[in-house]
């Protein structure tokens, strides 16, 4: 299956042309006749692996600036200096762990954010009460 990113249409392929999961796609899909409820890749412009890992270094300065503005459960989003985007949640600090386990399990929702900013890589850094989650080239 391919999920376009802006739409999040989903698109069940009647065969796999080789992409592989955790792989973005930018391509065209047509619909298989007669019936048109399954889907072919007919052309890819570009392809590639997107990385969801966890990171040992502490959030910036900046990260923590932003959370320290928040209340326990909300969001920021900031742009990075180039390309790509930070996002700032802030946690109970007892939470923080399983705020991180929780965004590592939820990897597809970080590779659709990272497909629709254009960035390849998705690093998750944490430090008791926050969380910054760096969609990054």
């Known amino acids: 299956m391919l999920r376009d990113v802006d739409s999040g249409q989903v698109h069940t392929l009647s065969s796999n042309p080789g992409v592989a999961e955790g792989e973005a796609v930018e391509g065209v899909v047509a619909p298989d006749p007669p019936m048109n409820v399954s889907w072919q890749l007919v052309e890819v412009h570009d392809r590639r692996e997107i990385a969801v890992e966890e990171s040992e270094e ?19 989003r900031t742009e990075r200096a180039g390309t790509g985007e930070i996002h700032v ?17 939820d990897a597809d929702a970080s590779r659709t954010r990272a497909a629709r900013l254009g960035v390849n890589r998705v690093e998750i850094r944490s430090a008791p009460g926050v969380v910054a989650v760096r969609y990054m080239p």
């Open 58 to 76: 502490p959030p910036t300065q900046h990260s923590l600036d932003l959370a320290a503005d928040r209340e326990t459960g909300e969001l920021a």
């Open 89 to 105: 949640i802030s946690v109970p600090e007892d939470d923080t762990d399983r705020a991180v386990a929780d965004v590592l399990a």
